[in-house]
C-alpha cells in the first residue's frame, strides 16, 4: 500500500501521522525527543509493525534540527 505521511519535529516532540489514500488517519503518534523512544525510525517501525509493510511519501516541518 502507499500511504502518505507528515513529521513534525519540534524542540521537545517529534509528532507523525500516516494517511491513507482517503486521507484517512492510519496511524499517529507524539513522542518526547528526550525518552529513548524518541527517535524518527522508532516510529517508523511502529507504523509499520501496525500497518504492515507500506511506501509513502513524507512531508517534514519543525524547529527541531
Wanted: charged residues 20%.
Amino acid at each position: 500500500s502507499f500511504y502518505k505521511a507528515g513529521i513534525d519535529i519540534g524542540s521537545t516532540t517529534i509528532k507523525f501521522v500516516v494517511m491513507d489514500e482517503n486521507n484517512n488517519i492510519c496511524f499517529k503518534i507524539t513522542e518526547d525527543i528526550y525518552q529513548n523512544t524518541g527517535n524518527l525510525l522508532g516510529l517508523v517501525k511502529d507504523a509499520r509493525e501496525q500497518l504492515g509493510e507500506f511506501k509513502f511519501s513524507c512531508v517534514i516541518t519543525g524547529s527541531g534540527g
